[in-house]
């Protein structure tokens, strides 16, 4: 089982609409989760922290459940310039002294608006 | 404030050559990590280093590949007699202790 399993999409939706993203992690001990968004060729930037409260962002809305080991993200009204590829991220945050911090990725589902 | 800086942002190496990207970090972040980009993948963590120190290479391949990040100057990550499974997309991350990383621009390299 992948560590983190999201659908590669793609989603094309009409400007307007709302659209949903699922994923998955595999490891019960991780500790932060984060949606980023990754333009075509370019670094990934952080989009929201996702936390156990869920919560909310303008048109975005982030919801973790841990029992299910399942995060999401929807996307209200969505822009033209939202068209990017979502990338779902988990950290282990195994800080044992040494502070590592690695980020697991997910393959990331691409959307594209349609005008 | 300048964001995370890498260079070269393209690096075209021949098989058996060798292969040196470049990070410097966010101002005041001394924590840098390196994560690799394959073609349709994920990022994969790579390496975690602080000034002089590799924190967790538990990414790293065995073989050919070596990061530092010295006392002064950039972050580097080498890549030795590379090979045509080595093209990929490079980023660099910098962070504050515990903090959010912001990620570079990257460095594509490419082996013919």
């Known amino acids: 089982r992948k560590e983190v399993e999201q659908d590669p999409g793609p989603f094309n939706v009409p400007e307007g609409a709302t659209v949903a993203f699922n994923c998955t992690y595999s490891n019960s001990a991780s500790q932060s989760f984060f949606w980023y968004r990754q333009d075509c060729r370019k670094e990934p930037k952080l989009l929201m922290s996702v936390y156990s409260s869920g919560n909310e962002d303008g048109r975005f809305t982030a919801q973790l459940n841990r029992a299910s080991q399942y995060i999401s993200l929807l996307i209200r009204d969505s822009k033209l310039s939202d068209s990017a590829t979502y990338l779902c991220?988990?950290?282990?945050?195994?800080?044992?002294?040494?502070?590592?911090?690695?980020?697991?990725f997910g393959k990331g589902t691409k959307l594209s608006v349609i005008p | 404030n300048a964001g995370v800086m890498q260079n070269p942002r393209h690096l075209v190496r021949r098989r058996g050559q060798e292969a040196r990207l470049r990070c410097s970090p966010m101002k005041g972040h001394s924590h840098v990590y390196w994560y690799r980009q394959l073609p349709e993948e994920g990022l994969k963590f790579m390496v975690y280093?602080?000034?002089?120190?590799?924190?967790?290479e538990s990414g790293m391949p065995k073989e050919r590949f070596s990061a530092e990040f010295p006392k002064e100057g950039p972050s580097i990550l080498r890549i030795q007699q590379v090979v045509r499974g080595d093209s990929a997309a490079y980023f660099c991350?910098?962070?504050?202790?515990?903090?959010?990383?912001?990620f570079g621009p990257g460095t594509r390299l490419t082996v013919t």
């Open positions: 280093l602080q000034k002089e120190n590799i924190i967790d």
């Open positions: 991350a910098s962070s504050l202790p515990r903090g959010e990383q912001y």
């Open positions: 991220v988990v950290n282990i945050g195994a800080y044992s002294g040494a502070g590592s911090y690695q980020l697991t």
